[in-house]
Every structure is written in C-alpha cells, then in structure tokens.
C-alpha cells in the first residue's frame, strides 16, 4: 500500500502560480512512477502530469504545457507539480496517484493508489 496526501491547493488569481506537493508513505517511494490528474465541476478526471520513477523522464499534457512542471524527490517521498500562468479553466480537484509500472502511462486506470485532492481555484 502506499499512502498519497497532496497540499498546496488554494486560490489564485489569473496569472499566478502554486506549487503541489504529494507526500508519499508506505512501499518504496522510487519504485512508482507517478502522476497528477485533475477534475473539475461536471468533467471526468483527465491526466495533467507524469514522472518516471527516477524523475529522468517527465510528460505533461498539452493544455498545460510550458506552464506546468512534473518534478520528484526520492530522498522526501515527495511529487511536485509547479503550476504557472494559470487560467481559470485550471480550476479542478487536483489528484496525485502512484503507479508500479515498468512503463509509461497517461491512463487513470494504470495508477493503483490515489490521494484525496486539493482544491485548485482560479479566479478571472
């Protein structure tokens, strides 16, 4: 089992920046590679970010893409995702999930272990 908790969630105007962090306990935190999703009002949960299990190797979706950063540190157990320029269409629950997969992967149903979100506001 492995235990995800996110913070940093809050409200910003347009334009400005949080940073998230997901805290990790459990199994061997470098063992997943991990991924943030999010969810807003009345919409399905879709991939934001993801990073490979020694942090080499990141992706993130194109609607967040030279605005958003995926980052990890073994050492703290801990996933980051710095988020800049934001846009009210930015408003959602924001998830960290863990997955123990040898491979890439931008799908929900790939990531076995879930955090219970942040909320993330952006005012216009």
């Known amino acids: 089992q492995v235990q995800l908790v996110e913070s940093g969630g809050g409200l910003v105007q347009a334009g400005g920046s949080l940073r998230l962090s997901c805290a990790a306990s459990g199994r061997t935190f470098s063992n997943y590679m991990m991924g943030w999703f999010r969810q807003a009002p009345g919409k399905e949960r879709e991939f934001v970010a993801r990073i490979s299990r020694s942090g080499d190797n990141t992706y993130v979706t194109d609607s967040v893409k030279g605005r958003f950063t995926i980052a990890r540190d073994n050492a703290k157990n801990t996933v980051y995702l710095q988020m800049n320029s934001l846009k009210p269409e930015d408003t959602a629950v924001y998830y960290c999930?863990?997955?123990?997969?040898?491979?890439?992967?931008?799908?929900?149903?790939?990531?076995?272990?879930w955090g219970q979100g942040t909320q993330v506001t952006v005012s216009s």
């Open positions: 999930a863990a997955a123990p997969r040898s491979y890439y992967s931008v799908l929900s149903r790939d990531y076995d272990y």
